[in-house]
């Protein structure tokens, strides 16, 4: 994921043209001091380190990007922020709720910009979504259901990683994949008022790089229905253990007056269906999202040609250096530290459901 975002800062300033703003990449950290250095001389930073402590102590850093797994975001974000940093922080923004509390709160209190790594609000087609469900073209939600299915931990001899410990990842599935789903369920229908949840772990143990065997502690699997504030129903489900399946998330959402369905792997496109148009039935038709008039239609290639899943990267990214050069919030298409938060209360509650096998209220 940094080099991710590091392909998308040094991208951002000759893409949206002319130029409104441009990173200066200053300095990264990571673990192994070779491949930071690797980082530094591709993607042009000034500086390579493996403490993150040199980013928050660098009066040059004005914004830090935090890509680190889940156990290294609350105290890296939170010094940051005590610095009077922006911060980015990638998702989720705690492996609880208390963290990404306690994250909110800090940059309530620094009074900075920040941002969470939900990029897939940022997809042409999924902003187009947006726009119709506030036009009112699907009429009142009714039905939103995710899904990510991936094949990363089928096989049981992978090895273990940090996402099966509990200490640094929080939760697998649910914390990695299922957030996306909860913000998508968010930003396009509303508040959830109340989950019911279960978790599957497949594999019990895991062979580890150091030749032993480790105890797997988190899910390969959840399921979760959501009711909506709104009163909307929807279901929300993530697995690492789908055979064929690689990084495959679809949504659909039902209203009244339509529906609309979007497949990752097909990203250029959204499938709709307006009662309006065709009374009675008539199926979904593609809307290939690449004209002009559509969400960024002007920034890339010309009309028909498809973008791929950095591009949520590069919009995020420069939507947020933009709220910094404008001193304003990246609401409401951005993910503010609140979204963060609440998308972690969801996520709490699910697996407080997974374990009680009781529905909670929110």
Known sequence: MGRAHAHALTVLGHLFWP????????RVVGRDLARAESTRARYGFQAAGTRWQELVDDPAVQLVDDCAPNHLHLEPCRDALAAGKHVFCEKPLGRTAAEARELRDAAARADVVTMVGFNYRFLPAIQLARRLVSEGRLGRILHFRGRFADNSFLDPAAPFTWHQDAALAGSNTLLDVGSHLIDLARFLVGEPAAVTGALATFTAERPSPGGDVR????????????????????????????????????????????????????LNSLFVHFVDDVPGGGGLREIHVTDLDHPYGGDWWPPGHGLGWE???????????????????????GATFDDGYRCAVVCDAILESARTGRRVAL
């Open 215 to 266: 105890r797997v502690e988190t899910e390969d699997a959840f399921e979760a229905t959501v009711e909506f504030a709104n009163a909307a129903l929807g279901s929300v489900s993530a697995s690492n253990a789908a055979a064929g399946r690689r990084a495959h998330l679809t949504f659909e959402l039902n209203g009244t007056r339509g529906t609309v369905t979007f497949d990752l792997e097909r």
């Open 19 to 26: 130029p409104t703003v441009r990173a200066r990449l200053v």
């Open 311 to 333: 591009a949520s990267l590069v919009h995020e990214l420069h939507h947020l250096l933009n709220a910094i050069a404008t001193d304003r919030s990246v609401a409401p298409l």
